[in-house]
C-alpha cells in the first residue's frame, strides 16, 4: 500500500465515524422530540378528559357529595359514597328507554339520508360538466354563514304547512302540518351545505380518467358514482357521517319548537325535566353519561376514517 493510499484510508475512517457519531447524535435528538411530543399530546389529552371524568364520576355520587368534593381533586375520583342510585333515578323521573330511541331514529334517518343526498350532489358538483355549476357550488357555501336561528321561525311556519298523511282509525287521510312529527326533525337536515362541499372536494381529488374509462366501457353516471367514487370516498363518508351525527344527536332547539308531544321528543330535550324544582346534579350527570356514551362510541368507531379524511383535505384541497 503506497503512502497516498495510506493516507487516504486513514482520512475516510475518521469520517466514517464523524458521520456515526452525527447519524447517532440526530436520532437521539428525534428520540427525545417523541417523547417530548408524546408526553405534551397526553397532557393535552387528559385537559379534555377532565370534564367527561367527572361527569361519570359524578354520576356515581349524591348530591351532597358531588357539592361537597367540587372544590377539591376528589371530585375526579370514584370514592366514596358510590352507588348507582343515580342512574335509576333517572329511569323514574323521564322515559330514557323512549328518548334515546327517538334520537337514535331521527340521527341514523338523517345520517343515512344525508349520505346519500349530499354525496350524489357533491358527485354532480365535481364530476358532471353543466353550465352554473360554479355558481350553484358558490350559493350553496354562501349558506353557511346563515345562523339556524335566524331561519327557525320561518321553518317553523312552512312545517306547519306542508301537507301529510295521517292515519286515524285504520284509514289513511290527507293533512296540513308536519309539527309533532317525527319526518320534521329529520326532513329539513337531510341536505347540508357542508356536506355538500365536502364531497366536492373530496371527489375532486379522485381522477377523471376512472369516469372517462367507465364511460367507454358503457358505464352510466350513476353507476359511475356507485361503484368508484363511494368505494374510493370512505374517508368523506367516515367524515359526513360524524359531522352530521353530532348536530343530529345533539339537536335542542328545533325539537324544542315543533315537538309538543312527549312520546316524539329526543334525548336533549329530555334535560329540562331535571332542572325542575330542585335540580338534581347526580342524576344530571346519570342522564348526560348514558346520552353521552352513543357519540363516545362513534367517533371511536369513526375515528381513523375521520383523521385519514383530514388529512387528505388538507394535502390534495
Known amino acids: 500500500m503506497t503512502a ?10 475518521p469520517r466514517r465515524s464523524e458521520r456515526r457519531v452525527v447519524e447517532a447524535s440526530a436520532k437521539s435528538h428525534r428520540r427525545r422530540g417523541k417523547v417530548l411530543l408524546y408526553i405534551a399530546m397526553s397532557l393535552f389529552g387528559l385537559v379534555f378528559l377532565f370534564p367527561l371524568v367527572f361527569m361519570f364520576v359524578s354520576s356515581l355520587k349524591p348530591d351532597a357529595q358531588i357539592l361537597q368534593d367540587i372544590d377539591s381533586p ?16 333517572v329511569f323514574d323521573r323521564v322515559p330514557v328507554a323512549q328518548f334515546l330511541f327517538n334520537s337514535v331514529l331521527v340521527t341514523v334517518l338523517t345520517v343515512g339520508l344525508g349520505l346519500v343526498v349530499n354525496s350524489m350532489a357533491g358527485f354532480a358538483l365535481s364530476r358532471l360538466q353543466w353550465r352554473g355549476r360554479f355558481v350553484v357550488l358558490a350559493v350553496v357555501i354562501a349558506t353557511l354563514i346563515v345562523p339556524f ?4 321561525v320561518p321553518m317553523v311556519y312552512w312545517v306547519a304547512q306542508l ?6 282509525g285504520g284509514m289513511v287521510k290527507y293533512d296540513f302540518g308536519w309539527l309533532n312529527t ?4 329529520i326532513v329539513p337536515f337531510i341536505a347540508n351545505a357542508f356536506s355538500i362541499f ?3 372536494q373530496y371527489f375532486s381529488t379522485i381522477p377523471k380518467s376512472l369516469d372517462e374509462a367507465a364511460r367507454i366501457d358503457g358505464a352510466s353516471w350513476f353507476t359511475i358514482y356507485r361503484r368508484i367514487l363511494v368505494p374510493l370516498s370512505g374517508p368523506a363518508f ?6 352530521t351525527f353530532l348536530p343530529a344527536w345533539n339537536q335542542y332547539l328545533w325539537p324544542l319548537m315543533v315537538v309538543q308531544k312527549e312520546e316524539l321528543r329526543p334525548v336533549m330535550v329530555g334535560m329540562q325535566y331535571f332542572f ?17 356514551l352513543p357519540v363516545l362510541i362513534v367517533f371511536l368507531i369513526f375515528q381513523r376514517a375521520f383523521v385519514s379524511s383530514i388529512a387528505a383535505s388538507g394535502v390534495k384541497g
Open 238 to 243: 367516515a367524515t359526513v357521517a360524524i359531522l
Open 182 to 185: 317525527y319526518e320534521v326533525q
Open 276 to 292: 325542575q324544582l330542585n335540580t338534581a346534579w347526580g342524576e344530571v350527570m346519570a342522564y348526560t353519561s348514558l346520552i353521552t
Open 74 to 89: 376528589m371530585a375526579f375520583l370514584p370514592v366514596g359514597d358510590i352507588s348507582l342510585d343515580n342512574y335509576f333515578g
Open 4 to 13: 497516498t493510499e495510506t493516507l487516504t484510508t486513514g482520512s475516510a475512517t
Open 198 to 200: 365536502l364531497f366536492t
Open 149 to 152: 336561528e335566524t331561519i327557525a
Open 163 to 168: 301537507p301529510t298523511l295521517v292515519i286515524e
